[in-house]
């Protein structure tokens, strides 16, 4: 059983928000500065909340959820590619996680299940909306 539109984007708005909370919580609890990456991250999830809350009332917002998706799963997979050491990642130098780069690890993954799930949200909210 597919989710309707409401309720897939309000499902893409929550997985945001967790991802928002998980960006923030890092930051300003655990203390860990946001490198670059971190922040087109970061801010691709809120411009997916936003865009998500306005596309409940503007239908044709939809499709743009899928491109920044879309974006965020390449951020992501650039930074874990990186982190396995299969190209090179910029993000590692300029990590301020110092030794334990697992971490950077665990939040490039995450992220990545973020935007896949975004991704399918979206996808289900656009086949919805027609």
Known sequence: MTPTFKVAILLC?????????I????EFIAGIKPCFSCNLLRYSYF?????SLLSLKFRS???VLLVISAFIIVISAWGFMGY?????????EACPLGEDL???FKLFT?????????????????????
């Open 13 to 21: 708005a929550l997985v945001a928000l967790l991802g928002i909370s």
């Open 23 to 26: 960006s923030l919580y890092t």
């Open 47 to 51: 411009l997916i909340l936003v865009i």
């Open 61 to 63: 917002l939809t499709p």
């Open 84 to 92: 396995i050491g299969y190209v090179s990642n910029p993000c590692i």
């Open 102 to 104: 697992e971490v950077g």
């Open 110 to 130: 995450l992220a990545m299940v973020g935007g896949v799930v975004e991704a399918i949200l979206s996808y289900m909210a656009i086949k919805r909306s027609s």
